[in-house]
């Protein structure tokens, strides 16, 4: 099992460094949900009724290990079918942290890999909404990624003081 955060979750053999994102369920075998062209991907989080959300390469390739610039879409896993989510405008990567029993999805969206200036998203409805486009546009808190979202819609995430994106000045947000 490969592991880039707690609960992200992907399958690859020893030494390997193409790793797939999967589900196990008790009663059948690994599934893997596939990814979009390219040999990486993870998965993120699963919902009550068995959807999975997480990333996957676009065709550029499983390059994010490598330090080299890559372009990965979130994606959501629902009865069989793997749909990309896309990314907010202007942006080429896009990861899931969480979905909720509703399908509201949350996660962040990224000029890229190299550029890791990100945006906080929610999607729900098939639309793809930057979370700081919600919040008072004086606010103090540029809201980058998001972590987790609970059936009753409230947001856990991790934000930075407006125009700063050094991960170590995160703070975080509901």
């Not at 997480?54 to 390059?63: K, N, R, Y």
């Not at 896009?94 to 979905?99: F, P, T, Y």
Request: glycine share 14%; charged share 20%; hydrophobic share 40%.
């Amino acid at each position: 099992m490969y592991s880039l955060r707690n609960n992200d979750s992907g399958s690859t053999l020893a030494g390997n460094l193409i790793f797939h994102p999967f589900l196990w369920t008790k009663t059948g075998p690994m599934r893997d949900p596939g990814r979009f062209g390219a040999d990486c991907g993870i998965a993120s989080a699963i919902d009550d009724t068995g959807n999975v959300v997480g990333e996957a390469d676009t065709p550029l390739g499983c390059t994010k290990l490598l330090g080299k610039e890559a372009e990965y879409h979130a994606f959501l896993w629902k009865k069989g079918v793997m749909t990309d989510l896309g990314t907010l405008e202007g942006n080429r990567c896009s990861g899931v942290g969480s979905i909720n029993s509703k399908g509201q999805i949350v996660g962040a969206s990224l000029q890229g890999w190299v550029n890791f200036v990100q945006y906080a998203f929610l999607r729900e409805d098939g639309e793809m909404v930057d979370l700081n486009t919600l919040i008072p546009p004086d606010s103090s808190l540029q809201l980058a990624a998001v972590e987790e979202i609970n059936d009753r819609g409230e947001i856990l995430g991790d934000g930075v003081p407006a125009g700063c994106f050094y991960i170590g000045l995160w703070h975080a947000f509901l």
